[in-house]
């Protein structure tokens, strides 16, 4: 389909009769979405997506042969979240000006088929609630430990797939943005992304040997995430690019990390990545995350860009698109600023309240947040909910064992700190030397440092310990021997100790402003 011919059918198919199941003189009129590679057309509870006739080099829509292998592969590859919403590719007959979606004879082009959606259900326009953060985050998290590995030996994954598409998005924006400050901004993130990604050169080397580039969804932002029934719903998965898909979960990851962050939640983006790590354990992922969150802003300047160079446009949308555009480059270029990491323990008895302080800072500072229960299950290859119905000494619960959590602990505090990330770490800390050797740890960071200790008077932590074990639903398995055991063994903080200790009584917490500004203050 030629130039001339392609336009004259996007009107026909704005006609009602165009499809099957609205004819007639009475049927409500066509709705039409139109992107930056794409026309969609609802009709009753249907959506049909055609691709537009372009070659941007890293996307070739030039010919009815391509659109029609892109339209089976959008198909394939989101059936695997979305099941119930790809119904399948139709062919569109008959003639332009008169077009029949699914109709006989020879065939003008291609449509994916999909189930029709309330555009206002999307996450763009919804307000998220940390319940749905966490479900997303489980999704995702349990989409790419199911999706398979990229072939080491492939073209996919490796050093130079992964910095190709980093220099055409900055490339891409300069071709089309002439503007002196955009073009500064646009060679400081070329050298930094330069700069970095040869010094993550081995890592990126790495997670590759060790099966973290997978066949991921591609394009994991919250304008392709839906609610259906109050569950998310992932769509739009990339199609037309392998190499954008075949992709390190981490780049997956970041762009909808990015996506919050932009959308001015970072208390939810850092809940998702939390979340996110938790279930998997990757915390090897930081390490290359802000090399991405890089990437991912870049992309969105890029899609803004071949918008504005498109002649469809008003003055207005122009204005608001170049707008969009400058807004995203600033925040690709406020990845890479550097700024000193910090590094909390919050510390106390089982049930002093530690795991629901550390969550709440983690999501208001941001910070990662590592917790001893999870850790110490993921040693021994369990997930953090499942019960090893062990007591103390027994199971996973003898003298070596948390040893063996504290020491996974440390490791991995100094791997956050490293990736220039605060942390929060979530454990009894119950003497002074185990304290004092996470404040090492800061120190040889050049972390900030401070501790959290979390009091409550015995009766209360006798009655949150029974509640919580009888309830089942927390990592936590410490049962009210266990309670008696740490009290017989606390050391309160030292004298020394307390010059960068919070001291707080659960009963009743003070106001997270206030505890937020307290460690401003001792972590300069």
Same mark, same amino acid.
């Given at each position: 389909m030629d130039a001339d011919t392609y336009p004259r059918l996007?009107?026909?198919?704005?006609?009602?009769?165009?499809?099957?199941?609205?004819?007639?003189a009475t049927a409500a009129p066509v709705d039409h979405i139109e992107t930056h590679i794409s026309h969609v057309f609802l009709s009753g509870d249907h959506a049909y997506k055609l691709k537009k006739v372009i070659d941007l080099g890293f996307l070739d829509y030039s010919t009815l042969e391509r659109r029609h292998f892109c339209c089976e592969e959008e198909v394939r590859l989101n059936r695997r979240l979305s099941p119930d919403l790809y119904r399948g590719v139709v062919a569109i007959t008959g003639s332009p000006e008169q077009p029949r979606?699914?109709?006989?004879?020879?065939?003008?082009?291609?449509?994916?088929?999909?189930?029709?959606?309330?555009?206002?259900?999307?996450?763009?326009?919804?307000?998220?609630?940390?319940?749905?953060?966490?479900?997303?985050?489980?999704?995702?998290?349990?989409?790419?430990?199911?999706?398979p590995r990229a072939d080491p030996l492939g073209p996919f994954g490796t050093p130079t797939a992964v910095l190709s598409p980093m220099l055409e998005n900055l490339q891409q924006v300069r071709a089309r943005i002439h503007d002196p400050a955009v073009a500064d901004r646009l060679d400081r993130l070329r050298t930094w992304t330069l700069e970095r990604w040869q010094t993550l050169t081995p890592a990126i080397v790495h997670r590759l040997e060790t099966g973290r580039v997978r066949e991921c969804h591609g394009d994991l932002h919250r304008a392709n995430i839906a609610l259906a029934h109050g569950e998310p719903l992932f769509f739009d998965g990339i199609e037309f690019n392998p190499g954008l898909?075949?992709?390190?979960?981490?780049?997956?990851?970041?762009?909808?990390?990015?996506?919050?962050?932009?959308?001015?939640?970072?208390?939810?983006?850092?809940?998702?990545?939390?979340?996110?790590?938790?279930?998997?354990?990757?915390?090897?992922?930081?390490?290359?995350?802000?090399?991405?969150?890089?990437?991912?802003?870049?992309?969105?300047?890029?899609?803004?860009?071949i918008r504005?160079?498109?002649?469809?446009?008003?003055?207005?949308?122009?204005?608001t698109e170049r707008c969009d555009c400058a807004?995203?480059?600033?925040?690709?270029?406020?990845?890479?600023?550097?700024?000193?990491?910090?590094?909390?323990?919050?510390?106390?008895?089982?049930?002093?309240?530690?795991?629901? $302080? +550390? *969550? @709440?800072?983690?999501?208001?500072?941001?910070? %990662?947040? =590592?917790?001893?229960?999870?850790?110490?299950? !993921?040693?021994?290859?369990?997930?953090?909910?499942?019960?090893?119905?062990?007591?103390r000494g027994a199971g996973i619960y003898f003298p070596q064992a948390t040893a063996w959590t504290y020491l996974r602990l440390q490791c991995l505090a100094g791997g956050i700190l490293a990736c220039g990330?605060?942390?929060?770490?979530?454990?009894?800390?119950?003497?002074?030397?185990?304290?004092?050797?996470?404040?090492? $740890? +800061? *120190? @040889?960071?050049?972390?900030?440092?401070?501790? %959290?200790? =979390?009091?409550?008077?015995?009766?209360?932590? !006798?009655?949150?310990?029974?509640?919580r074990l009888a309830a089942g639903s927390d990592a936590s398995e410490a049962s009210i021997a266990v309670l008696e055991q740490q009290r017989a063994v606390w050391e309160r903080p030292s004298l020394a100790e307390r010059r960068s200790t919070i001291i707080i009584n659960s009963t009743d917490l003070p106001p997270l402003p206030s505890i937020v500004r307290q460690i401003a203050e001792l972590t300069p």
């Amino acid at each position: 389909m030629d130039a001339d011919t392609y336009p004259r059918l996007i009107a026909g198919l704005l006609q009602p009769q165009a499809y099957p199941q609205r004819a007639g003189a009475t049927a409500a009129p066509v709705d039409h979405i139109e992107t930056h590679i794409s026309h969609v057309f609802l009709s009753g509870d249907h959506a049909y997506k055609l691709k537009k006739v372009i070659d941007l080099g890293f996307l070739d829509y030039s010919t009815l042969e391509r659109r029609h292998f892109c339209c089976e592969e959008e198909v394939r590859l989101n059936r695997r979240l979305s099941p119930d919403l790809y119904r399948g590719v139709v062919a569109i007959t008959g003639s332009p000006e008169q077009p029949r979606m699914g109709g006989d004879g020879p065939v003008l082009e291609y449509a994916v088929d999909m189930g029709r959606f309330a555009q206002d259900t999307l996450l763009t326009r919804v307000t998220l609630t940390p319940d749905l953060i966490d479900r997303i985050a489980t999704r995702v998290a349990v989409f790419h430990e199911q999706i398979p590995r990229a072939d080491p030996l492939g073209p996919f994954g490796t050093p130079t797939a992964v910095l190709s598409p980093m220099l055409e998005n900055l490339q891409q924006v300069r071709a089309r943005i002439h503007d002196p400050a955009v073009a500064d901004r646009l060679d400081r993130l070329r050298t930094w992304t330069l700069e970095r990604w040869q010094t993550l050169t081995p890592a990126i080397v790495h997670r590759l040997e060790t099966g973290r580039v997978r066949e991921c969804h591609g394009d994991l932002h919250r304008a392709n995430i839906a609610l259906a029934h109050g569950e998310p719903l992932f769509f739009d998965g990339i199609e037309f690019n392998p190499g954008l898909r075949w992709i390190d979960t981490a780049s997956e990851l970041a762009f909808l990390i990015m996506d919050l962050e932009e959308a001015g939640t970072p208390g939810l983006a850092g809940r998702l990545l939390n979340q996110y790590l938790e279930h998997t354990g990757d915390f090897g992922a930081l390490e290359v995350l802000d090399l991405y969150k890089v990437y991912r802003a870049m992309v969105r300047a890029k899609v803004l860009a071949i918008r504005l160079d498109q002649a469809d446009l008003t003055a207005a949308e122009r204005a608001t698109e170049r707008c969009d555009c400058a807004r995203y480059l600033a925040l690709a270029e406020s990845y890479t600023l550097t700024r000193r990491p910090r590094l909390l323990i919050a510390c106390g008895l089982s049930g002093s309240g530690k795991s629901t $302080l +550390a *969550r @709440r800072l983690s999501e208001s500072l941001p910070m %990662i947040h =590592l917790r001893s229960d999870v850790e110490r299950k !993921r040693l021994f290859g369990l997930p953090g909910e499942t019960r090893s119905d062990a007591g103390r000494g027994a199971g996973i619960y003898f003298p070596q064992a948390t040893a063996w959590t504290y020491l996974r602990l440390q490791c991995l505090a100094g791997g956050i700190l490293a990736c220039g990330y605060d942390v929060v770490v979530d454990a009894t800390f119950l003497t002074r030397a185990g304290r004092a050797t996470f404040q090492n $740890l +800061a *120190r @040889r960071w050049e972390a900030g440092f401070a501790i %959290i200790a =979390l009091m409550a008077p015995l009766g209360l932590l !006798r009655t949150r310990v029974a509640q919580r074990l009888a309830a089942g639903s927390d990592a936590s398995e410490a049962s009210i021997a266990v309670l008696e055991q740490q009290r017989a063994v606390w050391e309160r903080p030292s004298l020394a100790e307390r010059r960068s200790t919070i001291i707080i009584n659960s009963t009743d917490l003070p106001p997270l402003p206030s505890i937020v500004r307290q460690i401003a203050e001792l972590t300069p």
